[in-house]
């Protein structure tokens, strides 16, 4: 029997809430498909920050490199500015262990329907790669005159042709084993930005010229945004930086339906370093508590930390259970045009798992 160790940070919000359907989903496919989990709870977050002034303690990151996998609910909080939230936990874990790959599948599911009138279930299934550790979000930069009228803020984005080209390159790698389009888009802005996104261009040509069975294009970011919604079906494999990864997920997200589908996982693929699953619907503050956040997005985010992990027949059957149960249409929460509560969500899923 597979035995696995699972840090998890369920955070703020409704990540509390779809973190405990997701691991109740866990459970359930550890038992059919034999595999042990030890979930290692770790009570990180805003309210953590409220009582400490930080977002977890400085030992951390020591305690999760113990750890096969990190399963993360959401973070942040309406009283504590962005910036704290993300340079307090989320940025510091996905560069300590090189998660340089966030990969976010956006799939218009049969049962889902898109805001765009002429989308049908399948005509849209892409996988956005979000350059992790570097570009826009590498935090380098600073203040001079902070406070006074003369304020000034430099941001630096940070391109390196290493840190370009293995992205770009597990792009190319998906793009194979997919084997549904063999089509790889690069997104960038080298018309405005002429270092940095230049870099970006001569990595995608270099990493291109090495996998001439993939068909390529480059778009500029304002295009792509265009594209994602007049024809998405036109995608298959989206490389793109950390900013423009970040925009254009939200965008596939909304166009596949809801949020609460929209999986993600932060991945090291050298597996030297854990790496961290999460729903990026965020922690919602308007609907906490409520009982209806959809839990699915947590859910599908364990079965991509199961396929990490080795564990593919499990994915696909948890995968099955979730797509069963949308499909259905008896048991979905109000983003879906449901009337259901998260945890009976969650129950659905578990049923048809077990039904096989």
């Not at 049962?111 to 790669?129: A, F, N, Q, Y």
Request: proline share 4%; aromatic share 8%.
């Amino acid at each position: 029997m597979a035995s696995h160790n699972i840090a998890v940070i369920r955070g703020d919000g409704v990540g509390v809430e779809v973190i405990e359907e997701g691991l109740k989903t866990l459970r359930a496919a550890g038992k059919l498909f034999e595999i042990d989990w030890n979930f290692v709870e770790h009570p990180w977050g805003s309210d953590y920050y409220f009582r400490h002034g930080v977002m977890m303690p400085a030992d951390a990151l020591d305690r999760l490199a113990e750890s096969d996998a990190i399963y993360l609910g959401a973070v942040g909080h309406p009283d504590i500015q962005d910036h704290v939230t993300l340079n307090g936990l989320l940025l510091p874990i996905r560069r300590t262990f090189d998660q340089y790959v966030c990969e976010r599948p956006s799939v218009l599911y049969p049962g889902v329907e898109s805001p765009l009138r002429d989308k049908s279930p399948g005509d849209i299934d892409m996988v956005v790669i979000r350059e992790n550790t570097e570009g826009e979000y590498a935090d380098v930069g600073g203040f001079q005159y902070a406070g006074f009228a003369e304020e000034v803020g430099i941001q630096a984005g940070v391109f390196t042709r290493r840190g370009c080209e293995r992205v770009i390159t597990y792009a190319f790698e998906l793009a194979r084993r997919r084997d549904r389009k063999r089509h790889v888009t690069s997104i960038t802005k080298s018309n405005a930005q002429g270092y940095g996104m230049i870099v970006w261009d001569r990595a995608f040509d270099a990493v291109a010229a090495r996998y001439p069975d993939v068909q390529t294009q480059s778009l500029l970011i304002d295009a792509a945004c265009m594209d994602f919604v007049r024809r998405p079906e036109s995608f298959d494999v989206v490389v793109a930086s950390n900013l423009f990864g970040d925009i254009l997920t939200d965008i596939g997200a909304i166009i596949t339906g809801s949020m609460g589908l929209a999986a993600s996982g932060n991945i090291d693929p050298e597996r030297r370093f854990p790496s961290m699953f999460e729903p990026v619907h965020g922690s919602a503050p308007d609907i906490v508590g409520q009982g209806i956040a959809n839990p699915m997005a947590a859910i599908l985010s364990g079965g991509m930390m199961l396929g990490h992990l080795g564990h593919a027949d499990a994915q696909q059957a948890l995968e099955r259970a979730v797509l069963g149960t949308i499909e259905a249409g008896e048991t979905l929460t109000p983003d879906l045009g449901g009337a259901s509560t998260t945890e009976a969500v969650g129950d659905a899923v578990i049923e048809r798992l077990e039904r096989g």
